[in-house]
């Protein structure tokens, strides 16, 4: 089965800075997402990269996707104190399953200090 | 347009007792799927439900639970004799049709579940 490593696990960030949250997968990537989990409550669905070399961006967020490493990282430029939280990185297992096949990693706790 | 409801918000059980989780998709949506997020673990997909039928429950255990999602009303995960390792937070998340695009995956608030 996929598994998704996260790193780091959680971060602690001085508002105004820069941070980078990653995101591994044991088998090849076809199609990557990422959500926002705010403590206690659902997931928010940010951004979803699917071709090798992928690049989106929404307002201070960017994520990348790397096919051949198989890997993604979630960029937060001049971070604020909103964007504290869970980041889960998931993936699409490519099994033809469709959604049921969605795998999670287990988060990164994203603390952000004033 | 109200998103996806799940209720209860908490829900505290004794060793034993059962458990009942509803959840109620966005409007139009007939595609449900529930996930188990346990402490210091990710998030673990257990059942995907059509109306009226069972899809996929392979992360589901084999047994004290169990899924339905009928042709009217919420869909409901249920939970027998509850344990203390069944305490967690159960997602319940929606899509209009089968899709491979997480996008297009609607999350729920979630229930809490505490098993005493």
């Known amino acids: 089965s996929q598994e998704l490593e996260q790193s780091p696990q959680s971060l602690i960030v001085q508002e105004g800075k820069n941070l980078t949250i990653n995101c591994t997968s044991s088998?090849?990537?076809?199609?990557l997402y990422w959500y926002k989990q705010k403590y206690g409550e659902g997931l928010i669905f940010l951004m979803m990269?699917?071709?090798?070399?992928e690049e989106k961006s929404h307002e201070k967020i960017t994520a990348k996707l790397d096919e051949k490493k198989q890997q993604s990282s979630l960029h937060i430029t001049a971070s604020q104190p909103s964007h504290a939280g869970i980041y889960l990185c998931?993936?699409?297992?490519?099994?033809?399953?469709?959604?049921?096949?969605?795998?999670f990693g287990k988060g990164t706790h994203l603390i952000i200090q004033p | 347009n109200a998103g996806v409801m799940q209720n209860p918000r908490h829900l505290v059980r004794r060793r034993g007792q059962e458990a009942r989780l509803r959840c109620s998709p966005m409007?139009?949506?007939?595609?449900v799927y529930w996930y188990r997020q346990l402490p210091e673990e990710g998030l673990k997909f257990m059942v995907y439900?059509?109306?009226?039928?069972?899809?996929?429950e392979s992360g589901m255990p084999k047994e004290r639970f169990s899924a339905e999602f009928p042709k009217e009303g919420p869909s409901i995960l249920r939970i027998q004799q509850v344990v203390r390792g069944d305490s967690a937070a159960y997602f319940c998340?929606?899509?209009?049709?089968?899709?491979?695009?997480?996008?297009?995956?609607?999350f729920g608030s979630g229930t809490q579940l505490s098993v005493l």
């Open positions: 998340a929606s899509s209009p049709s089968r899709t491979v695009g997480g996008e297009k995956l609607f």
């Open positions: 088998k090849t990537l076809y199609g």
């Open positions: 990269l699917q071709k090798g070399g």
């Open positions: 998931g993936a699409d297992t490519g099994a033809g399953g469709g959604a049921d096949g969605l795998t």
């Open positions: 409007k139009g949506h007939s595609h």
């Open positions: 439900l059509q109306k009226e039928n069972i899809i996929d």
